[in-house]
């Protein structure tokens, strides 16, 4: 049943992406007001998202911010559909790299076998998986993921991720696909969407980020230094509905800094420059801020040893999530 299921999925969506895009945009558009006023989509998040990292915006205007966003969600939702048929040239007219020509050269002159590059959820990310038909045929590309719960929708995206020639990487088999990688003898581009929320085990460094300490993650930089990576960080583009432009532009530590993880800092900075400018093309839908710094300092002040730590904290946050109050 559950391949059926799989297939009859498959052929809707692969057939709406045969229409044109002009035409998938009538849907979005259609989309828009059910997506918001009748659903109401993660209204609550979104809202309470866009409140606290623009508390100097009048109601009026975060609210404007509120409506854009849910409109290209909507865009973005019909353009993720039309991948499944879209053509290399029509894909390569839609979404441009610049910058990429100097990636490609600084990762051939290097010893090393990666470039990292650094990614938000901003724009349509999707169509970044375009990429591998822009280079070279002595390097490959490939993105970082986390596997999804329901295992038609991962099959499906991995699918979509995979057409242009890409490889989607589990995220907790990185390192050692990346060395595997390494062994073949071909050089790569790895896509890092680092903006998500850490879980628990994962979180030991906060950065200032739309007006709260905010936890990074910090194990693309890690596996970065042990393989020897050249960092980069794409900037994307919303040119005009339906049509992106990538922006690659280096990432370098400082020689000297006090800074424990510079690059991480670096890319959470330049991603928060490209939200202040265009805020509704950011994914606000997603509990960015679940896990507080206030939290973590107050059990590590409890707890001294990491392991308990940890545990502490995954207590506390089951407890929260389960309606119990927690101090």
Known sequence: MKKILYILLFCGWYVMSLLPLRVLYLFSDLMFPVMYYVVRYRREIIRENITNSFPDKTYKERIAIEKKHYRFFCDQIVETIKEF?????????????????????????????????????????????SLGIHLPDNQCCAQIYHPLRNAHFNNLFLHL????????????????????????????????????????PGINYFVPFLQRETAALTGSEQIGRKVGALYYYGEVERVRRGY????????????????????????MERLEQQILKRPEFWL????????????YMAVCAMESDPKARVQLLMHREWLREHGYEVK
Not at 93 to 111: H, K, N, T, W, Y
Not at 247 to 266: G, L, V
Not at 284 to 295: A, D, G, L, N, Y
Request: aromatic content about 14%; hydrophobic content about 30%.
């Open 85 to 129: 048929s879209i053509s290399p040239k029509e894909m390569s007219r839609r979404m441009e790299f610049r910058g990429l020509d100097e990636a490609c050269s600084d990762l051939e002159a290097s010893p090393y076998a990666y470039v990292f590059l650094y990614l938000g959820h901003y724009c349509n990310w999707e169509w970044i998986s």
């Open 161 to 200: 991720r995979g057409r242009f020639g890409s490889e989607s990487i589990a995220m907790h088999n990185t390192l050692r696909r990346l060395l595997s990688k390494r062994k073949e003898g071909r050089k790569a581009i790895i896509g890092f969407i680092s903006d998500q929320a850490p879980k628990w």
């Open 284 to 295: 606000w839908s997603h509990k960015r801020w679940k896990r507080t710094k206030e939290e």
């Open 244 to 267: 992106y432009v990538c922006h690659i532009r280096k990432m370098e530590a400082p020689e000297s800094t006090d800074c424990e993880y510079p690059i991480t800092t670096m890319y």
